[in-house]
Structure formats: structure tokens, C-alpha cells
């Protein structure tokens, strides 16, 4: 807790500094957000003027004793009047929510794609995760900062504009009666926050209980995990998990609204002392003469209208501090500096038919808080149009190499270089440009397979395009069986009527999307992990006849999967322990020797067994 409000002292962004953000947000996205905000200031302060005069008009014009005619012509005025602010109240309100959206999904678009297109590093660091979910809250829903401010905003601004007048209303009659209800109000709103503030400052309690419930029910509707349910009974362990976390959240409710009360009960107490107070003066001035029977009425009514001011303005400016610390985390999020050049950098344009050199020089990399080299002193050149393997155990740094060399890292000391240039001077995302890479995490989204081919929208997929790079992947035939062919939504998370596909057609599709990117560079990590090797060895193959003269690297933790390749690399204790082909280190006898002949022994006696 002590580190959260230490973080809060430290925002670069001020109260006031987010709600100019906030004004400019909406000029810029919808002008009309702050016509209404204007608006309902407008109808706020004229419907509760209107409210205050009416009864002392009415009595004031009868003490006057005017004509009938007049006496109905005024209250037909105030009747028009009070009507004509609540139909613009009610029309204002009605359509303020579009406006409010519309900056609110403006700022969740920013949001998002700033997190999609931040430096990679960022995606794995858990305290940049931690920012992003916290910023995503500002603009979750309706009632979070990111749209309900100008409720916040509106409500301030009507409390303080009528705090003034009834201020000055009350002046009139003595200062006292104004100090008395500031006092009094103000010690009963921050002794009643204090205790509703209860839940806010264990609001982190409150949410790990909230997201161990989600958990659970999300758990038990993953249509992934009904099987594990029902053959491994799980269903009455999620029950009494679910039936224990809901016990908790009730009592923690059971203190939050314990707390509620006696806030409300002191609330009670001192409103009476208040308002008594006041109105026994009043009473007094009343009957010493010294306030007509409208004065006394209006007075009267200022006095309770008046401590609604002060505590309004109090309860509001709270409001807004908390919403303020919200979209300073926003905007700390989106304005953060990034770790590579992205629009900043030099341009960097794809070259058609040029065979690209790419360099590890001298290269080190070390992952935030490790304490050794994952990769150390590494030196290797990629040639043009050469068919590279990366083979090691895992946790050897294969991954992490092909990481540097798709630019997803920049390496902790040396140069990864692009035809001699060190690639940190390119704009990063036109060097990504480069690649096709598949990996052991595939991004299939719910949308149509043509969608999940070309990674764009249905309207843009070149469609000859898509059906060639198919047919190549042999992947095509498989789709026109497909109830809606390229056209059929995979998976079934967002549509009913998606389809699954098998991990060799899933692999199949990931070599038509590479071969639709056609990229200069083809970058395989480990795609094919979960194929038995006979498959393995076919997709493998497949890749090797259809990328060509590209330049190519793949990784395999399957040693004879790669024999097509030009090398082979062994990654060993951060560096590169044997390289040369296949037969080459096989002759060599060394480390990669004994692993292949351990895997050759393993795949000989489980074929033994299986005949």
C-alpha cells in the first residue's frame, strides 16, 4: 500500500493537467460532449434557483396582496420555467452517453494500440502488464474514468456555482449561519468518508477475491477443460472453491456495509445538529421581526440546500482525484517512452528479390533480473539465401537468438546487423517487414480462415493470392471440404458455427500465412513441437521446398528434422558449441553426435515396441 500512494505522489500528471486532457480529448473527437457538460451546468444552477424562489415569490406576492391575475401569471412563469430546465435536462441527458463513448472508445483505441504496438520486451515484462491492466480500467466501462468525469465534472461545477449563490444568499443574513453549515458539513462528510473510504483503501483485498471467483466460473465454462471435468470429477472441487471464495467476498461486504451504516448513522447526527442549529436562529431572526415570512422561508430552504453544496463539492473533488489518478495512469501507459525507433527511426523498405545478409556480432543478452548470459559473445553470419538450424536443449537460448535476429530484443551488448547496418537505426516495425516467422505460440484469432491467412480484414484478402499460398502449404483441399471454405470461422470461442482444426492443418495454415507475407527472411521456432517426427519431418520439408533461396532458420528440438539445411548450430552454455552440416557434425563425433544418436536410439526402440 505504502508503494501504491508513493507511486501516486510521483504522477507526472496533476488533477487539473487530466482534466484539460480529458477537455482536449473530447474538442478533438466530439465537440458536443462539452455542450451538454455546459449545459447541464445550466440546468443544474437554473432548476435549483428556480426551486429556492418559488415558495418565497408565492408568499411574498401574497403578503403584497396582488391581483389574481398577476398571482397565476407568476406561477405560470415558474411552472413554464421549472418544465422548460427539466426538458432540456432530460434531453441533454439522453443524449449525452453518445458523445461520452465515442471519446471513451477513442481513448480505449489509443490504449490498445499502444499496447499493440509497443516493443516487444514490454510483452513480457510483468510490471509493464501490471500498467496496462491498470490503465485498461480507466476505460473499461461507463461508470470508470475514462467517461464518467464529465458526470463528475458537471456535478463539481453545479455544486460550486450554487455554493457561491447561496453563499451570498445567506451572507445576507449573518456569516455565522454560513460558517456554521461549512463546519458542520465538512465534519460530517470527512468523518463519513472515512469510514466508506474503508473499502477503497482495501480495494486490492477486494480484488483478488473478485478475480479468484472469475477464475473459478471461467474455469468451469472452458469448453477446453469439460473433458478433465467430467472424466476427473472435478465439478464438486470447483464448487467448493467457488462456495468458499463467495463466503469471503459476503463477509468482506458484511464490513463494507457495517461501515456504511454507522457512516450514514453520523451522517444523520450531525445533519441534525446542523440544520437544528440554523434553523433555531432563523426561527429567532423570524420572531424578533427581523425576516418577513418569504425571507424566513427562503433563508430556510438555503440553509439545507446549502450543506448539499458543501458536501457535494467535497464528495465531488474526491471523486475527480481518484478519476485523475486513473487517467494519469492512462496516460503514463500511452505516453511512456518505447525501448526501439518507431516512426522515429529510418525508413526501411523491403527489397523484392534481394537476398538480405544478416550478422550476430559480438552479441550478449541477458533477460531483465537474470544473473547470468542466456547468450554470450556470440558471433554468426547468416548468408544470403542460406538454410540455417539451431538445434540445443531447452532453455539453451535458440528462441532467444531468433528473437534477436527478428529485432524482438535488442541485444544486452554487440550488434545485430542487416547488410553491414545496425538495425537499431530502422524504423523497427518496417525492419519486421523482413520476416516470416512462424512460432510455438500461433495468433489464430476467431475470424475466417482467409482473415487468419492474410491478417487483415476479408475485404483486403488478395484471394488468388490466398487459394495459390493453400494449394503450396497443401493445405488446400482441406478447405474446400470446410462448410463455408475460406470463408469458415475457426474456432468456437466467438462463433457457433467455427471450426477446429487438427494441429497438422493448424501448421499447414501458419506456412500458407508465411508464404503470403512473402517475406525475404523465413524465421521457424519449434512449430512443429506437438507433430509426431514422421510428420515433423514432412512439414519440415515442406518448408524447406517451398521457401526456395530465402534466407531461412529453423529450430527443432528433432536433430534429424533439419539434415536439409546448408548448417547447423548448436547452442550450448550461451554460445554456439558445434556447427557444420549434418553429416559434417555427425562425423565430427562431438555433442551433437551424442544427442542424435540418443534421439536415433529412442525413436529405434519405440518403434521396436510398437511392432
Not at 486532457?21 to 428556480?50: E, N, P, T, Y
Not at 473459478?216 to 470447483?238: N, Q, T
Not at 491478417?455 to 503450396?472: I, S
Not at 520439408?541 to 531461412?552: A, E, F, I, M, V
Request: hydrophobic fraction near 40%; charged fraction near 25%.
Amino acid at each position: 500500500m505504502k508503494q501504491t500512494r508513493s507511486k501516486q505522489k510521483k504522477t507526472a500528471y496533476g488533477m487539473w493537467s487530466n482534466c484539460a486532457f480529458m477537455v482536449s480529448r473530447a474538442w478533438r473527437d466530439c465537440k458536443s460532449v462539452l455542450a451538454i457538460v455546459l449545459g447541464l451546468i445550466f440546468c443544474g444552477v437554473a432548476g435549483s434557483l428556480l426551486e429556492l424562489f418559488v415558495v418565497p415569490a408565492i408568499l411574498e406576492a401574497v403578503g403584497r396582496g396582488v391581483s389574481p391575475g398577476e398571482f397565476v401569471r407568476m406561477i405560470l412563469w415558474f411552472t413554464l420555467g421549472m418544465t422548460a430546465v427539466r426538458a432540456l435536462r432530460s434531453y441533454l441527458d439522453a443524449n449525452s452517453l453518445f458523445g461520452r463513448v465515442r471519446v471513451r472508445t477513442g481513448l480505449c483505441l489509443d490504449l490498445h494500440m499502444t499496447f499493440c504496438r509497443t516493443s516487444f520486451p514490454h510483452i513480457e515484462d510483468p510490471d509493464y502488464l501490471k500498467r496496462a491492466e491498470k490503465a485498461q480500467k480507466c476505460v473499461d466501462g461507463n461508470s470508470e474514468a475514462g467517461e464518467y468525469i464529465w458526470t463528475t465534472l458537471t456535478e463539481l461545477l453545479t455544486n460550486v456555482i450554487c455554493f457561491i449563490v447561496y453563499l451570498l444568499l445567506l451572507a445576507q443574513v449573518g456569516p455565522w449561519i454560513a460558517a456554521l453549515c461549512v463546519v458542520l458539513s465538512a465534519a460530517g462528510y470527512f468523518a463519513g468518508e472515512h469510514l466508506r473510504a474503508w473499502r477503497y483503501r482495501h480495494r486490492e483485498e477486494e480484488g483478488a477475491l473478485g478475480h479468484k471467483i472469475d477464475h473459478v466460473v471461467e474455469r468451469s465454462l472452458d469448453v477446453k477443460l469439460a473433458k478433465d471435468i467430467r472424466i476427473f470429477g472435478i465439478g464438486p472441487w470447483l464448487t467448493e472453491l467457488y462456495d468458499r471464495y463467495t463466503r469471503l467476498y459476503r463477509d468482506f461486504l458484511t464490513g463494507v456495509y457495517r461501515r456504511y451504516f454507522w457512516a450514514d448513522l453520523l451522517d444523520v447526527v450531525l445533519a441534525f445538529l446542523r440544520n437544528g442549529a440554523a434553523y433555531g436562529l432563523l426561527i429567532a431572526m423570524a420572531l424578533r421581526g427581523e425576516l418577513t415570512a418569504a425571507a424566513f422561508v427562503l433563508y430556510f430552504t438555503a440553509v439545507s440546500g446549502f450543506t448539499s453544496w458543501v458536501t457535494g463539492i467535497f464528495a465531488q473533488m474526491r471523486e475527480l482525484h481518484r478519476e485523475s489518478l486513473d487517467l494519469a495512469a492512462l496516460r503514463e501507459f500511452m505516453e511512456a517512452p518505447e525501448l526501439f525507433r518507431f516512426g522515429d527511426g529510418k525508413p526501411l523498405a523491403v527489397k523484392p528479390d534481394h537476398l538480405y545478409t544478416l550478422e550476430l556480432r559480438d552479441v550478449s543478452f541477458r533477460y531483465p533480473g537474470a544473473d547470468h548470459d542466456t547468450l554470450s559473445h556470440v558471433d554468426l553470419t547468416l548468408h544470403p539465401g542460406e538454410k540455417l538450424a539451431v538445434v540445443g536443449r531447452n532453455g539453451a537460448g535458440k528462441t532467444t537468438l531468433i528473437k534477436l535476429l527478428c529485432g524482438l530484443y535488442d541485444p544486452t551488448e554487440g550488434q545485430v546487423l542487416l547488410d553491414g547496418e545496425d538495425i537499431r537505426q530502422y524504423d523497427r516495425r518496417d525492419y519486421y517487414r523482413h520476416f516470416s516467422a512462424v512460432f510455438q505460440q500461433f495468433s489464430v484469432l476467431a475470424g475466417t480462415l482467409a482473415e487468419n491467412v492474410a491478417q487483415t480484414n476479408g475485404e483486403n484478402v488478395d484471394r488468388p493470392k490466398m487459394w495459390d499460398c493453400l494449394e503450396r502449404a497443401g493445405i488446400a483441399d482441406k478447405v474446400r471440404e470446410l462448410p463455408q471454405e475460406e470463408n469458415t470461422h475457426l474456432g468456437r470461442e466467438v462463433y457457433l458455427d467455427g471450426v477446429d482444426l487438427s494441429g497438422g492443418q493448424i501448421q499447414r495454415l501458419m506456412l500458407a500465412r508465411a508464404l503470403y507475407k512473402d517475406a525475404p527472411v523465413v524465421v521457424l521456432d519449434e512449430p512443429t513441437a506437438a507433430l509426431d517426427p514422421i510428420a515433423e519431418s514432412d512439414l519440415y520439408q515442406k518448408y524447406s521446398d517451398l521457401t526456395g533461396n530465402r534466407t531461412s532458420v529453423y529450430i527443432s528440438h528433432r536433430l534429424a528434422s533439419t539434415r536439409f539445411c546448408d548448417r547447423v548450430l548448436l547452442i550450448e552454455n550461451g554460445g554456439i558449441a558445434e556447427e557444420g552440416t549434418h553429416e559434417e557434425l555427425l562425423d565430427a563425433g562431438g555433442r551433437y553426435a551424442c544427442l542424435f544418436n540418443i534421439q536415433s536410439k529412442y525413436y529405434r526402440e519405440g518403434a521396436m515396441e510398437d511392432e
